[in-house]
């Protein structure tokens, strides 16, 4: 939120909470198209392009720490204000912004697509958009602190979820998996895009490092957090890889959810819904986050001192929007391609490119001494 007094001391948060905010904005709704996607470019061996994300993600997270550290006390938006001046300040705020209000938009309209798809296919989007503005609202107004003990809550009270999945190996057929590298390496390396880019989120920390209470175990905190999302992928890709035969998993683009079906107990029929009713939970601590941050940024740029205000515009803005235009499934999803081309650059790139300036202006004070 705009900083009020002494922000960042008032709203610390633990390394557990840092670990789960940073995790819980990779892992939403990527989860749900990954296995299908890599299938479609390379077959069953795509699970090992996950790896290289991870890679990737680590790489990217790591750098981000150690532009953080140039300025321990502030968000990115600071640090900039500080080494390179207040014009430079206000661009890379302008950045964030719009890639964070296009982060909870597309987010959040495909978890209320989900809803609509699988439950409710009679009502109207925005209305079920409503139905999550106010808890959005009282869980983003209460600040980083909030947001880390909802991400704290959500994931220990759902961790069961991925082991659920476990019910359905046994129509698992474990030699589509067989031969491994059936086409060699290049179909792997065409699915590695993918991977990267469903590890976005991560960049998260550049708003939340300044209210981690031990700042000096940052590096390895988002290396956990890499590595949860990591196993999650992985766990859920290689069982739909088992399950599905290689043909038949690109027909699915929600294979995840798909396989919830299978599941049945003789007191519960449809397993699905009240899966994808707990799997909601993990995809709003994906937007939520963002929506706070996104708020930070707009805070910042028209110098205003009222949280709840920039919160009940951009919730707004995000209804009228849906009322007014009412995306498809389809739709959504051919602007998160256009989104993800923006988060590469936001999120690896920019901070590679931050940690440059700090390397070459650090140089030159040298230099000049």
């Keep these: 939120m705009p900083t009020i007094g002494n922000t960042y001391e008032n709203n610390k948060i633990t390394r557990l909470q840092f670990i789960f905010l940073i995790h819980g904005m990779q892992v939403g709704v ?11 470019i390379s077959g069953t061996d795509g699970w090992m392009a996950i790896f290289f994300g991870w890679a990737a993600s680590v790489l990217a997270s790591l750098v981000m720490i150690q532009v953080m ?29 719009v890639y964070m209000l296009v982060f909870v938009y597309l987010i959040f309209d495909r978890m209320v697509l989900l809803i609509k798809t699988w439950i409710m296919q009679q009502s109207y989007t ?14 983003a107004k209460g600040g980083v602190r909030s947001l880390g003990r909802f991400a704290e809550v959500v994931i220990l009270s759902t961790i069961w979820m991925p082991f659920i999945l476990l019910y359905v190996l046994k129509d698992a057929n474990w030699i589509h998996l067989l031969p491994i590298l059936k086409e060699g390496w290049m179909p792997i390396w065409h699915s590695v895009s993918s991977t990267i880019l469903s590890f976005l989120g991560f960049e998260g920390a550049l708003f939340f490092y300044p209210y981690l ?13 890499n590595t949860m999302t990591l196993a999650v992928y992985l766990f859920v890709t290689i069982i739909c890889f ?12 929600d294979a995840p959810l798909t396989l919830a079906k299978i599941i049945e107990f003789r007191f519960l029929e449809r ?24 708020v930070q940024c707009t805070g910042q740029l028209v110098a205003k001192e009222k ?9 707004g803005c995000i209804v009228a929007i849906t009322f007014l235009w009412d995306p498809s499934w389809n739709q959504n999803k051919n602007w998160f391609k256009v989104f993800n081309q923006f988060g590469l650059g936001v999120a690896y790139l920019l901070p590679f490119g931050l940690l440059g300036l700090l390397m070459v202006k650090n140089w030159m004070a040298r230099w000049r001494n």
Excluded at 213 to 225: L, R, W
Excluded at 242 to 253: A, C, G, N, Q
Excluded at 276 to 294: D, E, F, G, Q, R
Aim: glycine content about 4%; charged content about 10%; aromatic content about 12%.
């Design 30 to 40: 990527g989860v749900i198209e990954l296995p299908s996607t890599l299938a479609g």
């Design 69 to 97: 550290k140039k300025y321990p006390n502030g968000t990115v938006i600071q640090l900039v204000r500080h080494h390179f001046g207040k014009w430079s300040g206000t661009l890379v705020t302008m950045v964030y912004a």
């Design 126 to 139: 925005y209305m079920l958009m409503l139905l999550f503005v106010i808890p959005a609202f009282m869980i």
């Design 213 to 225: 209470e031990n700042k000096k175990s940052a590096s390895v905190n988002m290396i956990i957090a």
């Design 242 to 253: 088992v399950v599905y035969s290689p043909d038949e998993i690109t027909l699915f683009h």
């Design 271 to 294: 397993f699905d819904i009240v899966f994808l009713t707990v799997y909601l939970l993990l995809i709003c601590k994906t937007w939520i986050p963002a929506l706070h941050i996104a």
């Design 307 to 315: 949280a709840s205000a920039h919160l009940i515009v951009v919730l």
